[in-house]
């Protein structure tokens, strides 16, 4: 496997350039995972052995090899973790990084084109334009590979706010495969925009347009990441000052917990600022849970569909 780091001045972005083969899995939107997490990496507090992690902030989960790899913020290092082995083996494939925050695992090598003074978030579509978070200046950058271009998708350089038409402290984003649509984590106004290709506004599909944080299962507070099924629309996020995962099915206005309980903590049923959520080719739910200096693991448990929803169901594919 050839692995690519691409550092962007102090930017704390990784892009792992991995051999990946298509495959998917089928979730009812229904599923449910185990409540007690497995702590797969990190032993609850802070350290910088093999064995040990410094606040994990972002993972990424490559699923023909079963490896999931670790943005160990404050180790300056990317670990990777070989999951489907009867002791799990670790090691670090980039070391003396500045304070890594996300990571992308791309089949191919992927430039980016443009400098980022904040970034939290990346992602590529099928045309390899590559989409940054810029949280500094509150805004969303697409760079075209073709015509190595920069332009903003979403948000106003250095102008947050709580408009349709602005952002605060964006972090974590999902794009679409076919670049038509943007999914902002916009954390400063603890919502989920949803911006359309060209569009010169957002839409909140999830939390308060008013930049209203609050804990009820309408809202979120300061979420840090997205992953979107584009089959179904079926939207999970980290709710990370809320300390929970949640689910949204497709124009519901109430989500529902599916990791954590909603309060801090360090049990294996609790989170502790959750930054990061990935599956794995059984549908087993990872989260990097930041401030508890570890990786939980959620077993799904089950996954038949929802009698109410007939067969609707999450296609997970991994690009």
């Known amino acids: 496997m050839k692995h690519r780091i691409n550092e962007l001045l102090n930017i704390s972005v990784i892009l792992l350039s991995c051999t990946i083969q298509t495959s998917s ?13 497995l702590t797969i990496l990190g032993t609850g507090t802070a350290g910088n052995s093999s064995e040990e992690l410094n606040e994990p902030a972002s993972i990424s989960f490559h699923q023909p090899t079963q490896q999931l790899y670790i943005a160990d913020h404050k180790n300056a290092r990317v670990q990777m ?64 590979k073709d015509l190595n271009t920069t332009t903003i998708v979403a948000g106003v350089s250095d102008q947050p706010g709580i408009a349709p038409n602005l952002l605060r402290n964006p972090h974590g984003l999902y794009v679409t ?14 919502r989920i925009q949803k911006w359309a290709k060209d569009a010169r506004e957002g839409v909140t599909i999830i939390g308060s347009s008013n930049g209203t944080a609050g804990n009820d299962s309408t809202s979120l507070r300061n979420p840090i990441s997205v992953f979107v099924d584009e089959i179904t ?14 689910r949204w099915l497709p124009n519901m206005i109430k989500g529902e917990i599916i990791a954590g309980t909603g ?53 997970v594919t991994y690009p």
Not at 292 to 310: A, K, T
């Open 25 to 37: 899995i089928t979730i009812s939107p229904c599923a449910k995972w185990e409540t007690n997490g």
């Open 81 to 144: 973790l070989k999951v489907n082995q009867p002791v799990p083996i670790v090691q670090s494939v980039a070391t003396n990084l500045y304070f890594p925050l996300h990571i992308y695992v791309d089949d191919e090598s992927v430039q980016v084109g443009e400098e980022c003074h904040q970034c939290f978030g990346v992602a590529v579509d099928n045309d390899k334009n590559v989409y940054i978070s810029d949280a500094l200046r509150d805004r969303i950058l697409k760079w075209s």
């Open 177 to 190: 495969r076919n670049g038509s649509y943007v999914y902002a984590v916009d954390t400063g106004n603890s």
């Open 233 to 246: 629309n079926i939207i999970y996020v980290a709710d990370t000052d809320n300390h929970r995962v949640m």
């Open 263 to 315: 309060t801090q903590g360090n049990s294996s049923h609790q989170l502790n600022v959750p930054n990061d959520i990935t599956f794995d080719m059984d549908g087993n739910l990872y989260v990097s849970d930041f401030n508890n200096h570890r990786i939980q693991v959620f077993r799904l448990i089950d996954n038949q569909s929802c009698s109410s929803l007939g067969k609707l169901a999450m296609s």
